[in-house]
């Protein structure tokens, strides 16, 4: 679903190594859209005074340090996202019905967050178009 290119940018040869890696994609005939939501990843800009990228779309991080990793892990998301056509939402369910059940089989959970004087969780879903239209027919409330 998505191609991150890891680039160590303090290599002698990074532009190098670049243009070979894009090349070797390009031979492999890969859907176009995989090379153009590719992410490019500039790693060890800590070891580089004031680094920023050249490239428009290219993100800095230092695995290292863990500079840049949050806004990485954002961009992975988004395109992830975007390229299987699934949404996260936060949906509010009374857990004395089904819907939590449901919700673990049909999406992946990433979060519950229990009200327990209430009787209901807020829970973040990572879920699909049909999937989300089929809990709604459901589970109307």
């Not at 994609?25 to 990228?53: A, G």
């Not at 990485?72 to 299987?84: G, S, Y």
Request: charged share 25%.
């Amino acid at each position: 679903d998505l191609i991150v290119h890891v680039r160590d940018i303090t290599h002698p040869e990074t532009t190098l190594q670049k243009a070979t890696v894009l090349s070797v994609l390009r031979n492999l005939n890969l859907p176009s859209h995989l090379l153009d939501s590719m992410i490019e990843v500039h790693n060890k800009v800590d070891l580089i005074e004031r680094y920023k990228p050249a490239e428009e779309n290219a993100l800095a991080v230092s695995a290292l340090h863990g500079h840049g990793l949050e806004e990485l892990k954002q961009e992975i998301e988004k395109k992830i996202l975007t390229a299987t056509g699934k949404k996260i939402l936060t949906v509010n369910i009374n857990l004395e019905g089904p819907q939590l059940s449901w919700l673990y089989k049909e999406a992946t959970v990433q979060e519950v967050d229990v009200m327990p004087e209430e009787g209901t969780a807020r829970v973040k879903v990572i879920i699909g178009n049909s999937a989300f239209g089929r809990y709604r027919n459901l589970f109307p409330s």
